[in-house]
């Protein structure tokens, strides 16, 4: 069964710099593509970005390119989500996720549990 | 502002069936397939049913999903309260090569 972990919930400041993390068991980082989901506070989902496991290769929300890094460590099964300069508009939870099967547009099957960011002055 | 259009809210009575409905675009719902996703308060959120009708392993039969056009339906029969969620639909953009969500439709179960 895939498991998704992320790291616990952060509170920062405006300008201040982040890394989130999500560490999937089993097979679940080893084909399907690797997500990371926005949902602000009582709002709907938004694809931030997604990273492609055999290869590294990330493609980004054009309206997060520029804003976040998203990158992959397979020796050790961990995705990142990462900001240099927060904004207060990041306040959010944030999931990773893997597609359920292969394939370029395979559904978003397995979620993490979310990571809590709050980003205030 | 969501790409695909759910209404916000809907209700229904214990064993009743009721509809969600979710409207796209040619570029989405038009040319590819349609998933859904139950997210009970305080929870990530679950894969309910995908491409179109299918159901992962464990969701009941109760739940079934259809397409026509650019719209797609998520349809719970014999309604239960632990059916009390948020429900998402998915599908592909081919103009953003990327998923796009519905806003999410908020299911009170009266």
């Known amino acids: 069964e895939v498991q998704l972990v992320q790291s616990g919930a952060e509170v920062k400041k405006p300008g201040e710099s982040l890394t989130i993390s999500c560490q999937g068991s089993?097979?679940?980082?080893?084909?399907?593509?690797i997500y990371w989901v926005r949902q602000m506070p009582g709002t709907g989902l938004q694809w931030v970005g997604r990273?492609?496991?055999?290869?590294?290769?990330?493609t980004y929300n054009p309206s997060f390119q520029g804003h976040v890094t998203i990158s992959l460590v397979k020796s050790t099964n961990t995705a990142y989500l990462q900001w240099s300069t927060l904004r207060a508009s990041d306040t959010a939870i944030y999931y990773c996720a893997t597609a359920l099967y292969g394939g370029n547009k395979a559904p978003i099957g397995f979620w993490g549990q979310g990571t809590l960011v709050t980003v205030s002055s | 502002q969501s790409v695909l259009t759910q209404p916000p809210s809907a209700s229904g009575t214990p064993g009743q069936r009721v509809t969600l409905s979710c409207s796209g675009s040619s570029s989405n719902i038009g040319s590819n397939s349609v998933h859904w996703y139950q997210q009970l308060p305080g929870t990530a959120p679950k894969l309910l049913i995908y491409s179109i009708n299918q159901r992962p392993s464990g969701v009941p039969d109760r739940f079934s999903g259809s397409k026509s056009g650019t719209s797609a339906s998520l349809a719970i029969s014999g309604l239960q309260s632990e059916d009390e969620a948020s429900y998402y639909c998915?599908?592909?953009?081919?103009?953003?090569?990327?998923?796009?969500f519905g806003g999410g439709t908020k299911l009170t179960v009266l």
């Open positions: 089993g097979n679940s980082f080893d084909n399907y593509w």
């Open positions: 990273v492609n496991p055999e290869d590294s290769y990330v």
């Open positions: 998915a599908s592909w953009d081919g103009s953003l090569n990327g998923p796009v």
